[in-house]
């Protein structure tokens, strides 16, 4: 694996030719990792989404870039527009890290609406010559040709008093008249926080103090806050670092999820809530970013990996994807999120693999690769013994290969194995997730299986399982195996 110096991780796109990012481009589209309708980086690594915004008629998204390899060096803002959540077109790279505030890459921001331009704000990363974190929350304004002015010097010049130099990812909106931004914090005593900031113009921001989500000791750094409401419920999303795993949940390296309260009064600053709430139960889920849609709902989109682990496509200079975007909505206290229904604009031919009771193992024939969205939909009689069903996907002919799903109605669970799955990593963080589920007399699975990644709908969104994967050439397999009878249905969309 290739070990990058600090003098390589910071050089800029412009210090390379053309001609070699192109060459780099020609060898990472060999890759056979290569996802077919995911958004995913043409060269280097992809964190973040960023500046998630539906404007004058389409739908603006960024993502945190390093264009030369698969590590986290200089970020630059790549940028997508698409008028359908679903076929996005490559603007090229948006933001550069070309002023004396964001030197040391163009870090996470959103992206807002004001006097009928796009907007956004952004952290400015900066490191001084002793090497010590300098951050700047600065406002850019897009102009007509595509191009940002940035607002210099920084709205917010440096740290507030009683916090670290972890200060970045604002997210801002606009409400009752003005503008408000939540950033992610980390106070002295390193714990993470929430600074809340308003504005009357969007560029002269006034502090007006940390949420108090009655979480005063929750990890060490808190990155990619959101804030919204749902059917008059207020949401704070976001990612805590350094949770310790308990029981089935917190198994990554690092946490996405919320709470939600009834009412949030921002002047008080205070937010009641019954307890944070995991978003995901998968492997690669990090960094969330929302956006309201202009009929009103709240989409969203993460980052399909993780912080400080290393991925099979490490060697091969690009790394991750962004996940399907989803529609939020709150139910029974819990946030679910369901695929955006526009993605049905990806099926093409659909196959209904016979229906009807199983008990035994079925094995799925198909002809297609590993693109394609399958539903499965099982009912467990109530006079059997509840014998667990397992599906599995990206299988070889051995049957040695593979990743499998359990759903276990005896104990209301289902767990993700990808043991046996492709190309093993990240096994220091295990290589099983569970996740309990409320309803196991019938359960609904629809799945998204691109190339590289998995993603698991539990029951229309009450429970998410994100993950990539790494299966090699014929590990494209299916099979289905009940150890009671169970009545089911199966059906696969291959996706364009
Ligand atoms: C989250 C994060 C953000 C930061 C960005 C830098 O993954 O660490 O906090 O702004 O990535 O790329």
């Avoid at 043991?419 to 990240?426: L, Q, T």
């Avoid at 699975?445 to 993950?467: K, Y």
Wanted: glycine share 8%; charged share 25%.
């Amino acid at each position: 694996m290739k070990e990058w110096t600090r003098e390589e991780r910071y050089k800029k796109l412009s210090d390379y030719s053309d001609d070699y990012m192109e060459e780099l481009a020609k060898r990472v589209a060999q890759s056979p990792f290569r996802q077919h309708y995911h958004i995913q980086p043409n060269t280097g690594l992809l964190n973040d989404p960023n500046g998630f915004t539906y404007f004058d008629g389409k739908w603006h998204l960024f993502y945190q870039w390093f264009p030369m390899g698969a590590v986290h060096g200089l970020k630059h803002w790549f940028y997508l527009t698409s008028t359908d959540l679903v076929n996005w077109n490559e603007e090229g790279v948006a933001l550069l890290p070309d002023t004396e505030y964001d030197s040391h890459g163009v870090y996470s921001g959103s992206g807002f609406v004001k006097d009928g331009q796009l907007h956004i704000m952004y952290t400015g990363n900066v490191r001084t010559e002793e090497w010590e974190r300098v951050p700047n929350q600065i406002v850019a304004r897009m102009e007509a040709d595509g191009s940002f002015t940035k607002f210099l010097p920084p709205a917010i010049a440096g740290k507030p008093d009683g916090y670290t130099d972890h200060v970045r990812d604002p997210k801002v909106w606009k409400q009752h008249g003005l503008y408000y931004a939540v950033i992610g914090a980390q106070r002295t005593d390193e714990t993470g926080t929430i600074l809340l900031y308003r504005s009357k113009d969007a560029l002269e921001w006034e502090l007006m103090g940390e949420i108090d989500a009655g979480l005063p000791d929750f990890g060490f750094m808190w990155e990619c806050p959101d804030l919204f409401e749902i059917d008059g419920k207020t949401v704070l999303l976001f990612s805590p670092q350094g949770i310790e795993p308990e029981g089935d949940r917190y198994h990554n390296i690092f946490q996405t999820g919320y709470v939600i309260a009834d009412d949030f009064r921002m002047d008080e600053l205070k937010l009641e809530h019954n307890g944070f709430q995991e978003l995901d139960a998968g492997f690669d889920f990090y960094a969330t970013q929302t956006a309201e849609s202009p009929d009103g709902r709240r989409i969203l989109t993460a980052w399909m990996g993780l912080p400080d682990v290393a991925y099979p496509t490490d060697s091969e200079d690009w790394a991750h994807c962004l996940t399907l975007p989803r529609e939020l909505a709150i139910k029974d206290g819990k946030l679910i999120q369901k695929p955006v229904r526009e993605l049905v604009a990806l099926r093409k031919e659909k196959t209904v693999y016979d229906a009807g009771l199983l008990s035994s193992e079925k094995t799925i024939e198909r002809n297609g690769g590993n693109c394609y969205e399958l539903q499965l939909d099982v009912a467990f009689p109530t006079s059997a013994d509840h014998a667990p069903v397992t599906l599995e996907l990206c299988e070889d002919a051995a049957n040695d290969k593979r990743f499998r799903i359990t759903l276990d109605p005896s104990v209301k669970k289902i767990t993700i194995d990808r043991s046996r799955c492709g190309i093993p990593f990240a096994e220091d963080f295990g290589t099983t997730r569970t996740l309990t589920v409320e309803q196991m007399d019938a359960v609904k699975l629809q799945i998204f299986v691109d190339t590289s990644s998995i993603e698991i709908f539990v029951n229309d969104g009450e429970g998410t399982f994100t993950s990539r994967v790494f299966p090699q050439a014929g590990e494209t397999g299916l099979s289905l195996a009940a150890g009671s009878t169970i009545d089911y249905s199966l059906e696969i969309w291959e996706l364009a």
